[in-house]
């Protein structure tokens, strides 16, 4: 036993018992200790315990020679009642099993607080049942169904019941180990052996030590007739004998311990010595190229779960037939496998354009092969050819029209079809239409297409819209040719870029229309010497407030004149990428213009907009009206509320302590503005109206230079006595448009 000890000078506990029996109270005796806590053992006739405990000091010699106490305490005590304690824990229970049923006892119970005793049936190491039953005459019985084929143990805790509450005891030990009857086998198979004899084969049972096989050519004859015939194995499986060829066979399988027989499993029936189907058959192409390894497939489809034994495979090639028997007796095959079965075709020997039609048939345990399978064709080729010549045979790029010519052979296929790639053949850093830096892998396809073809020859001119070649890169060109015997042929060939550089100064002229607020973008390209670049096209890139591009118009002429129409700048600068392309290299050169000030307020939505791309009389005046749409100010004051929905999943694992975060595409913007619209204001009333019933989508722009298409809902709050008309906006960004 342990514990504490008195603190501060203590020396001991006295602890003094009185008990209550017959109503009556008797001195229970007292002890000694040194720590803070005691037993005792009551009389079992006592019903309520009483306790005084008094803590003792050291003592020590004064100046006087008296003996005195370091310091003095009083007694403290406490009163239970007998019957509110734990019932006392039992032993472990008796346990006995019958069939499908389970009978738990434990006998001579001598606690009187023992009310009731509960019950846990274990079945391998996993709770089974859990029961409670009442204490009758020192004894508890509690019996259960189970099921055949596990292992039982039992242990058991007596209940005390005060008011209602349970007051358990400690668990017993648990019982020795009980079994059952097995589990009746499942999975029966049957599979042919010999002529003369089958294997049934079953799912193992735990708990079975033996197993008995029945079998009959009737399945009525089971439990009725001396027809039925049994062999016995100490196995998953058992070899049966004396079998009779084109005869009817039913099997069941019962297991056997020392406890008794499972149920009978499923019957199962057989044809033994049946004729197969057709085998399945295939080749993984019908065109084979001459001297080129061939292989034929096919499946034995046995009808009688027989092996194949033996195949015939009938070769007739150009009219002229043979046939190839093989054995296959030996060949092990695994339980409920599929075995595919080949053959190799040596096409070394015939010339092109052989027709080879093979078919296959198989037999299994009897001597009947089954039915032809279907016929197949194979046609044999000559391997295809294709040539290839790159730029008049120079392997270096100066200059478009870049010439790819491709012949294809031989003369006795017909090429259906032609596919030109082109891949680089270093990693690079390259522009892309915006003018931002992106990086090229190695191995990455810069071009690629599909050309139809007419015939075995192909001429095709690569030009500087078809991709963007960056200037001393080597490349690799690839021309392959499907042939209509179904054979590719392939040509690969290497080529350097280089040509001559030049540098080109885009600029633009930039203006404003203040009643739609919209952009009018005049862009030219000059060379170092100033003049125009007649050589090139332009693009116009609106550069957004997250850093992003939106194209605004591309392959504008660099006439000097041409005005490209912006209907959504930002409302505090406009602010413009111009890029010219080469039409000679494709080559990229941009130039991002100075921001222009449009300092416009509060917040613009536009929808049903028309308005040109560009044009070509460079008209940017104000004056001049490219943009047509529907539009409304909110020049007020407006409070707006946002939020976000990013798309997020969390996961939770095992062994992880947080759960794992998975993000999607979808940001779910949404917001709120709210705003008063004075009562005369009735234009900007009438626009909002309008747009409460536009089904569609709308352009937003607020001061701040965001922009972005959005879903919107309008909602009017109209009082009579008030002279301003409050409006709530509610808007969910969706993506689309410019």
């Known amino acids: 036993m342990s514990g504490n000890r008195i603190p501060g000078h203590g020396d001991h506990y006295e602890v003094r018992w009185w008990y209550m029996a017959g109503g009556v109270w ?31 000091s050291k003592t020590y010699q004064d100046g006087n020679g008296n003996t005195q106490s370091y310091w003095s305490s009083e007694s403290v005590h406490t009163e239970f009642s007998v019957l509110e304690l734990p019932p006392s824990q039992l032993s472990a229970p008796s346990v006995e099993i019958e069939k499908y049923n389970l009978t738990a006892k434990i006998e001579n119970i001598t606690d009187a607080k023992a009310s009731y005793v509960e019950f846990e049936v274990v079945k391998d190491d996993a709770v089974f049942n859990v029961g409670r039953v009442e204490v009758k005459t020192a004894r508890a019985i509690f019996v259960c169904p189970i099921d055949a084929g596990g292992k039982y143990r039992v242990r058991c805790r007596a209940i ?25 086998p499942t999975n029966v198979r049957i599979s042919i052996e010999s002529t003369k004899s089958v294997r049934v084969s079953w799912d193992e049972c735990s708990t079975a030590t033996s197993y008995k096989v029945e079998y009959a050519t009737n399945k009525l004859y089971f439990d009725a ?17 004396g079998i009779e060829q084109g005869h009817e066979y039913y099997f069941r399988v019962q297991a056997v311990n020392s406890k008794g027989s499972s149920s009978w499993s499923d019957i199962i029936y057989k044809i033994v010595g049946t004729k197969p189907e057709p085998p399945t058959t295939w080749s993984l192409t019908a065109s084979a190229i001459i001297g080129d390894p061939m292989t034929l497939y096919w499946t034995h489809n046995s009808q009688d779960a027989s092996k ?19 054995d296959t007796s030996k060949e092990e095959i695994k339980d409920n496998e599929t075995k595919i079965y080949t053959y190799d075709l040596d096409l070394s020997k015939y010339t092109e354009g052989a027709e080879i039609l093979w078919r296959v048939r198989s037999r299994g345990v009897s001597l009947e092969y089954s039915d032809w399978s279907v016929q197949r064709k194979i046609n044999t080729y000559a391997p295809p050819t294709i040539q290839l010549v790159i730029n008049g045979g120079v392997s270096v ?22 596919h030109i790639s082109i891949t680089a053949e270093s990693s690079y850093r390259t522009q892309d239409i915006t003018g931002k830096d992106i990086i090229v892998n190695y191995g990455s396809t810069i071009f690629n297409k599909n050309i139809s073809a007419k015939g075995n020859d192909l001429i095709y001119y690569l030009l500087p819209q078809d991709c963007t070649l960056e200037n001393n890169e080597s490349y690799k060109i690839t021309v392959t040719s499907s042939m209509d015997s179904g054979l590719t042929a392939t040509a690969t060939m290497n080529f350097t870029v280089h040509w001559e550089e030049v540098i080109y100064y885009p600029d633009a002229k930039v203006a404003i229309d203040r009643n739609s607020v919209s952009a009018y973008i005049s862009p030219i390209c000059r060379d170092a010497e100033g003049a125009i670049v007649e050589d090139v096209v332009l693009s116009v890139f609106r550069r957004e407030f997250n850093g992003t591009f939106t194209e605004i118009a591309s392959d504008i002429p660099n006439y000097g004149s041409v005005s490209v129409t912006d209907p959504h700048p930002g409302m505090d600068y406009a602010r413009y990428r111009i ?17 222009y000030k449009v300092n416009e307020p509060g917040i613009i939505i536009q929808w049903d907009e028309e308005y ?9 005046s104000p004056g001049v009206h490219k943009y047509r749409g529907s539009m409304v100010r909110l020049p007020y004051n407006t409070d707006t509320t946002e939020s976000s929905d990013v798309d997020t999943e969390l996961v939770e694992y095992i062994g992880r302590k947080s759960p794992v975060a998975y993000f999607g595409t979808q940001q779910g913007i949404t917001g709120s503005w709210t705003c ?22 709308v352009y937003i722009r607020e001061q701040n230079g965001t922009g972005y298409n959005a879903f919107i809902n309008v909602t009017f709050t109209n009082k009579h006595d008030s002279l301003i008309v409050p409006v709530t906006l509610t808007v969910k960004r969706v993506e689309g448009g410019i």
């Not at 029209?401 to 032609?418: C, L, R, W, Y």
């Not at 010219?580 to 130039?591: E, F, G, H, I």
């Not at 040109?612 to 940017?620: A, E, I």
């Open 26 to 56: 008797f001195d229970g005796g007292s002890s000694s200790t040194d720590i803070n806590n005691a037993t005792y053992n009551y009389p079992t006739n006592a019903t309520r315990l009483w306790v005084e405990v008094i803590p003792v």
């Open 160 to 184: 005390n019941v005060i008011g209602g509450e349970d007051i358990v005891g400690e668990w017993s030990q648990y019982s020795s180990e009980a079994g059952t009857i097995p589990a009746s």
């Open 225 to 241: 007739s001396s027809e039925v015939k049994s062999a016995t194995s100490e196995t998953n499986y058992c070899i049966i004998t």
């Open 308 to 326: 194949q034994y033996e195949a015939q495979i009938e070769l007739t090639i150009n009219g002229k037939a043979n046939i190839v028997t093989l």
């Open 397 to 418: 790029l100066e200059k478009y029209p870049f010439e790819i010519v491709a012949k294809a052979g031989p003369n006795t296929q017909k090429a259906i079809n032609f």
């Open 579 to 595: 890029v010219a392309r080469s039409k000679n290299t494709n080559v990229l050169s941009y130039s991002d213009i100075a921001a």
């Open 612 to 620: 040109d791309s560009f044009d070509s009389n460079g008209n940017y």
């Open 676 to 697: 008063e619209i004075p009562r005369s204001d009735k234009d900007t009333i009438y626009a909002l109206r309008r747009l409460q019933i536009w089904m569609g989508t």
